[in-house]
């Protein structure tokens, strides 16, 4: 490894903090595969997770998880309490794992995660799984963050409706049907199967794989179709499309958030509240300042910088 | 509730920095935790991140995570008659892997002689049965103040 597991730790917290890290997408890195793991609250996905990286780990990949919780709305605080249902050591493995709080995100991850990958990418980590935040069908950040994106559902977290919904439904590449020794579990297998074989890429037929995870039942074979899938987006196009993907979030995040702290919207919001200005002309003024950003960008790259 | 007096840890556009993050656990055998999720919500809804371990950690296992997380302070609540040795040894593996600049406290029942001992051993906050949540909230916020999390 090139790098500290302390200094991949302390170069994370600066991520988090906004700092300048220098980040390197490393071209040995695209052997790197990160995978995404969402689903709704108590399906299992920590568990999944935590047996997921000690198998990887043990097939020899250095793994790194990033394992995201929500932070209060109300006073930005947060419990991370995915570490309680994964392994507290793997036997000498290389296994990284760290929480991290959504910090604001809404879209079931956190602004520091594209970032973070590519950071571990460099410091070697092959395999990197990412447990979003776990609200359910709005979770689609994951989508542009993801090589593989792996959707976790067990019996009783929604009827056959559930499946029509658009959301993270659609994008997953392989589905788990955990608490196989559930009741319903065959009736929500099938469920699953059907949807499965509405979506998907050309090429690629999700599959469907029932586990039992507190048991280690199922996770050699989500290991086996990641496997698999890994082989499919690296002889596609997808490998350098979700690549740039990934680039692209962590520019529109910074874009956006950047824009948020600086540009003056509580004094524009005390306009109209007054009276002073139109909300029509408020949203004119944004746009303004966007258009003009966006010139003098596309004026410094024309300069040839 | 939240003591409004004490500044929440947030991170908002306008004071740029993170929250505190604090690791939370009890290691060794005592089969005790409902002390320390009373203190892992206080501590949330004080603005700060809480990495919560599960019961019977080794000692080993919470310095590498402490590490591996990048956490300001180390929280060890135990209730056995171990807490000394527990803290000592942590201290001692914290500063051994270059992790001298993070805090450890410590909460549960401590006897009075083992108060000055934990303090010898570079623990940074005692705190016995009857404690404050503020206070510990505060002790907290202070810690990682000093390690640089916060910038205020």
Same mark, same amino acid.
């Given at each position: ?12 917290? !600066? ?5 300048? +890290?220098?980040?390197? #997408?490393?071209?040995? @890195?695209?052997? *790197? /595969? ?108 994951? !989508? ?5 994106? +792996?959707?976790?559902? #067990?019996?009783?977290? @929604?009827?056959? *409706? /559930? ?115 139109? +909300? ?26 | ?152």
């Amino acid at each position: 490894m090139p790098e500290t597991r302390q200094s991949v730790a302390r170069k994370i917290s !600066a991520l988090e903090k906004g700092q300048v +890290v220098p980040l390197h #997408s490393d071209p040995s @890195g695209r052997k *790197t /595969q990160v995978i995404g793991v969402s689903g709704p609250p108590g399906v299992g996905k920590s568990v999944i997770v935590g047996k997921l990286a000690k198998h990887l780990s043990m097939a020899g990949s250095p793994v790194a998880v990033l394992a995201i919780d929500p932070s209060s709305p109300l006073t930005g605080g947060a419990v991370l309490g995915d570490r309680v249902r994964m392994p507290l050591s793997f036997e000498g493995a290389d296994v990284f794992i760290r929480s991290v709080a959504s910090r604001g995100a809404l879209g079931g991850l956190s602004e520091v995660v594209p970032s973070a990958i590519i950071l571990l990418e460099s410091a070697g980590y092959r395999k990197i799984i990412v447990e979003t935040v776990g609200v359910g069908q709005s979770e689609t950040d994951i !989508a542009n963050t993801a090589d593989t994106i +792996v959707l976790v559902q #067990s019996p009783g977290t @929604g009827d056959d *409706t /559930q499946g029509l919904k658009a959301g993270v439904l659609e994008i997953a590449d392989i589905y788990v049907v955990n608490k196989m020794d559930h009741p319903e579990a065959e009736r929500t297998c099938r469920t699953m199967t059907e949807i499965a074989d509405a979506s998907g890429q050309s090429g690629w037929t999700p599959p469907v794989v029932s586990a039992v995870a507190t048991e280690n039942k199922g996770i050699e074979e989500l290991a086996d179709r990641i496997t698999a899938h890994a082989d499919f987006v690296s002889g596609s196009d997808l490998n350098g499309l979700k690549r740039r993907k990934r680039t692209e979030s962590i520019l529109a995040w910074r874009a956006a958030s950047a824009f948020r702290n600086r540009f003056p919207f509580g004094d524009l919001a005390r306009q109209v509240d007054a009276d002073r200005l139109s +909300v029509s002309d408020a949203l004119a003024q944004v746009d303004a300042a966007v258009a003009s950003v966006v010139k003098n960008t596309h004026h410094c790259s024309r300069a040839g910088g | 509730m939240p003591d409004q007096t004490l500044q929440t840890s947030r991170a908002t556009g306008q004071n740029p920095g993170a929250p505190p993050r604090i690791l939370l656990c009890n290691p060794g055998l005592d089969g005790h935790d409902r002390g320390i999720k009373v203190v892992a919500r206080a501590l949330r809804d004080h603005g700060m991140e809480v990495i919560y371990l599960p019961l019977r950690t080794t000692v080993e296992q919470v310095a590498q995570i402490a590490a591996d997380e990048d956490v300001d302070v180390v929280g060890i609540s135990n209730l056995s008659a171990t807490l000394v040795s527990i803290c000592s040894n942590l201290r001692t593996l914290l500063d051994e892997a270059g992790c001298e600049d993070i805090a450890i406290v410590a909460g549960g029942t401590i006897m009075q002689q083992d108060r000055q001992e934990l303090e010898k051993v570079g623990i940074r906050g005692v705190f016995g049965p009857g404690s404050e949540l503020t206070e510990i909230a505060r002790c907290v916020q202070e810690l990682a103040k000093a390690r640089g999390r916060q910038d205020a």
